[in-house]
């Protein structure tokens, strides 16, 4: 009797957890993973998502949506934000096009470093011309590349 009670007791359990696993988080949006893709990369040519380099001081804007699977209902991407070959230190900001700069900074960087990296969770707008902005705070004459990998996104 007591070999069928606890395999009862085994499946009982086992059910519980199955549907524990399947719950929805609460909350205004939900995160949707994505296999990570390069959506900016301003080493490549001359383009809206690619070159050229980022200038000191400058804003540049990036339509992300519609890029590596990241749909026009999205509110927000995970990104893996790089900077690559910064020619001085400083900091580079992100934020929603068409939108006020924040004061804090995505990533900071001293000048010769190869690369340094760091995660971002970055609003969108809606705009289809760009939906981030970027500022490169540096010294004047100086430049560095952008890379960013998205890996996520909330909707």
């Known amino acids: 009797m ?12 086992a059910a519980i957890g199955l549907a524990a696993s399947f719950a929805q988080a609460a909350g205004p949006y939900q995160f ?7 959506v900016v990369d301003t080493r490549n040519p001359t383009g809206p998502l690619g070159g050229p380099s980022l200038a000191a001081a400058t804003t540049r804007s990036f339509p992300v949506t519609g890029t590596c699977g990241i749909p026009s209902t999205a509110k927000a991407v ?3 934000v790089a ?3 910064p020619t001085g230190s400083g900091n580079m900001r992100i934020w ?3 939108t006020t700069m924040p004061l804090v900074a995505t990533i900071n960087f001293d000048a010769g470093e190869p690369a340094i990296a760091n995660g971002a969770i970055a609003p969108l707008t809606t705009n ?5 902005s970027v500022y490169l705070q540096t010294g004047p004459g100086t430049h560095a ?3 960013l990998d998205v890996t996520g996104y909330f909707q």
Not at 32 to 38: G, K, S, Y
Not at 128 to 132: F, G, K, L, Q, S
């Open 2 to 13: 007591r070999p069928k009670l606890f395999s009862r007791v085994l499946v009982a359990g």
């Open 32 to 38: 949707f993973t994505l296999v990570p893709c390069r």
């Open 78 to 80: 995970v990104f893996n």
């Open 83 to 85: 900077i690559v070959a």
């Open 96 to 98: 929603p096009y068409n």
């Open 128 to 132: 289809p011309t760009a939906n981030i």
């Open 145 to 147: 590349d952008l890379v």
